[in-house]
């Protein structure tokens, strides 16, 4: 009992004595010693440490995930020349072929063809692609294979997936969902992809229209890949 009482009277007298010393205040926090002082900038040392590793392997993830997709942009824009044509432009109603480009063919489309050297005179290749008017596109495997081309999505592929999602037919509908058109978009991720592609211009465009249909459905392909049309892999994937 004396020992209990003994270790109680130096505690308390320690600590009566610890807490009336002269205290150090600095930018309105207070410490009663200088190795209070150093536990607090070690932690806050410790805390700003935590966080730039965190936030140093946050954008280190970021930056490496949006390389691919930089590069894939990169790719299009420098090694594609999209020339749009109408009607009543000088070179469709011209009789003499355009010089580096072949000639159209009976159902109106124009190849991709390689242009070895720019206008600076670099010796690279690039495709001079023709994106032709949606009068030019009159179903839904004519439209693939003009924006099969401006997208850099394998054409075979495209025309697979279109005659296992709607045989080519830019209207049908599935009697079960809301799945319309070319590739058979439900209306939320046509209005999602829609959005996303053309902005404000997605208002005026028509999910049967096989042309509008059919390059929304290539470039989602293009960016995302073609999981949005895995129900029906097992068909076109053979």
């Not at 070895?116 to 839904?140: K, N």
């Not at 924006?147 to 209207?171: F, Q, W």
Request: charged residues 25%; glycine residues 6%.
């Amino acid at each position: 009992m004396r020992i209990a009482q003994n270790w109680g009277r130096k505690l308390k007298e320690r600590v009566s004595e610890y807490m009336t010393r002269p205290r150090m205040v600095i930018r309105a926090r207070s410490f009663y010693s200088r190795a209070d002082l150093r536990l607090y900038m070690r932690k806050r040392i410790a805390l700003a440490v935590f966080v730039a590793v965190v936030d140093l392997y946050v954008w280190s993830t970021v930056i490496i995930q949006s390389i691919p997709m930089v590069e894939h942009a990169m790719a299009s824009e420098s090694h594609v020349i999209i020339r749009e044509d109408s009607q009543g432009d000088e070179r469709s109603s011209s009789t003499e072929p355009t010089p580096g480009l072949p000639e159209e063919s009976n159902d109106g489309t124009v190849p991709a063809v390689p242009h070895t050297e720019s206008e600076e005179g670099l010796d690279h290749a690039e495709l001079v692609v023709t994106r032709l008017s949606e009068e030019s596109i009159h179903d839904c495997h004519s439209a693939a294979t003009v924006y099969g081309t401006v997208y850099s999505v394998d054409e075979n592929l495209l025309h697979k997936m279109i005659n296992a999602e709607s045989g080519n037919k830019p209207r049908v509908e599935n009697g079960h969902s809301t799945a319309t058109g070319c590739f058979q978009f439900v209306i939320g991720t046509w209005r999602l992809y829609g959005k996303r592609h053309w902005g404000d211009e997605f208002y005026s465009k028509n999910i049967y229209n096989p042309a509008h249909n059919v390059e929304l459905a290539v470039w989602a392909i293009s960016q995302y890949g073609t999981g949005d049309w895995n129900a029906s892999k097992h068909i076109w994937n053979r």
